[in-house]
């Protein structure tokens, strides 16, 4: 169900290039590289979807259809393929996945929402990549009723961890008491950026969920459930 590595010339059999044997012979001839080191030894492990492997200086594709879902993640779900403190693993709510599937970015433990997941490493790193600057949108439940300034603030960029935050979208949602429902649109994807800008000013999270990829919503997907995604879904993640 997760993707976990694979002896190199295993792989290279399962997508095709030869028999087993004479994947072998290839490897020891330096015809294979992966991410762009030759390897000629023969243990190496190699992570399909995300290993970048070619043969001859040309990709070695994958023989498998790429598919991609939309999962609502729960919290308490690690989006890591293997966790060594036993914590579930988002790939485990794909049922009858392909082995090779993979979460594009992470969302922490205690986020919930709106995760991709794939075969296609391509794609993946298409929607991390910065030049795309695709928009990952969040609702935010934080501490306290944040002024108008704080979150122009926020919007045209703040000082964090020595770097300027990218612009961003940001609305008021909704107040509720000793808290606020926030709506933020970013493009950058920093380790627990929401969390970190909202509590630089002063305004802890409580609770998080991503709401859409660029023009991907959730929408009704309930926690732990999924649907998979089309062509016409997939153009939508970088509007
Ligand atoms: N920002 C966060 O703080 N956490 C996430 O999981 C995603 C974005």
Redesign the pocket.
């Given at each position: 169900m997760n993707n976990s590595p694979v002896r190199l010339q295993k792989y290279l059999a399962q997508c095709g290039v030869a028999s087993r044997r004479k994947c072998e012979e290839l490897i020891v001839s330096g015809r294979i590289a992966v991410d762009g080191d030759i390897v000629v030894e023969m243990g190496k492990k190699i992570i399909p979807g995300k290993s970048r492997i070619t043969m001859d200086g040309r990709p070695v594709k994958s023989r498998e259809k790429a598919v991609y879902y939309l999962l609502n993640k729960p919290k308490g779900y690690v989006t890591t393929l293997s966790d060594p403190q036993g914590r579930p693993v988002v790939v485990s709510l794909i049922k009858n996945g392909s082995s090779r599937l993979f979460p594009v970015g992470?969302?922490?433990l205690d986020?919930e929402g709106a995760l991709i997941l794939t075969n296609d490493g391509q794609f993946a790193q298409k929607v991390q990549h910065p030049s795309n600057e695709t928009r990952k949108t969040?609702e935010a439940e934080i501490k306290g009723q944040p002024h108008r300034a704080t979150l122009a603030a926020l919007e045209k960029g703040i000082l964090l961890e020595g770097k300027i935050t990218a612009p961003a979208k940001v609305s008021l949602l909704a107040r509720r008491g000793n808290s606020s429902l926030i709506r933020i649109t970013i493009h950058e994807g920093r380790k627990?950026?929401?969390?970190?800008m909202f509590a630089h000013m002063g305004h802890p999270?409580f609770h998080?969920k991503?709401t859409a990829y660029g023009k991907l919503f959730l929408g009704n997907l309930s926690s732990g459930k999924y649907r998979q995604l089309d062509s016409r879904d997939l153009k939508k993640v970088f509007l």
């Amino acid at each position: 169900m997760n993707n976990s590595p694979v002896r190199l010339q295993k792989y290279l059999a399962q997508c095709g290039v030869a028999s087993r044997r004479k994947c072998e012979e290839l490897i020891v001839s330096g015809r294979i590289a992966v991410d762009g080191d030759i390897v000629v030894e023969m243990g190496k492990k190699i992570i399909p979807g995300k290993s970048r492997i070619t043969m001859d200086g040309r990709p070695v594709k994958s023989r498998e259809k790429a598919v991609y879902y939309l999962l609502n993640k729960p919290k308490g779900y690690v989006t890591t393929l293997s966790d060594p403190q036993g914590r579930p693993v988002v790939v485990s709510l794909i049922k009858n996945g392909s082995s090779r599937l993979f979460p594009v970015g992470r969302l922490d433990l205690d986020t919930e929402g709106a995760l991709i997941l794939t075969n296609d490493g391509q794609f993946a790193q298409k929607v991390q990549h910065p030049s795309n600057e695709t928009r990952k949108t969040y609702e935010a439940e934080i501490k306290g009723q944040p002024h108008r300034a704080t979150l122009a603030a926020l919007e045209k960029g703040i000082l964090l961890e020595g770097k300027i935050t990218a612009p961003a979208k940001v609305s008021l949602l909704a107040r509720r008491g000793n808290s606020s429902l926030i709506r933020i649109t970013i493009h950058e994807g920093r380790k627990r950026q929401v969390r970190k800008m909202f509590a630089h000013m002063g305004h802890p999270v409580f609770h998080l969920k991503r709401t859409a990829y660029g023009k991907l919503f959730l929408g009704n997907l309930s926690s732990g459930k999924y649907r998979q995604l089309d062509s016409r879904d997939l153009k939508k993640v970088f509007l």
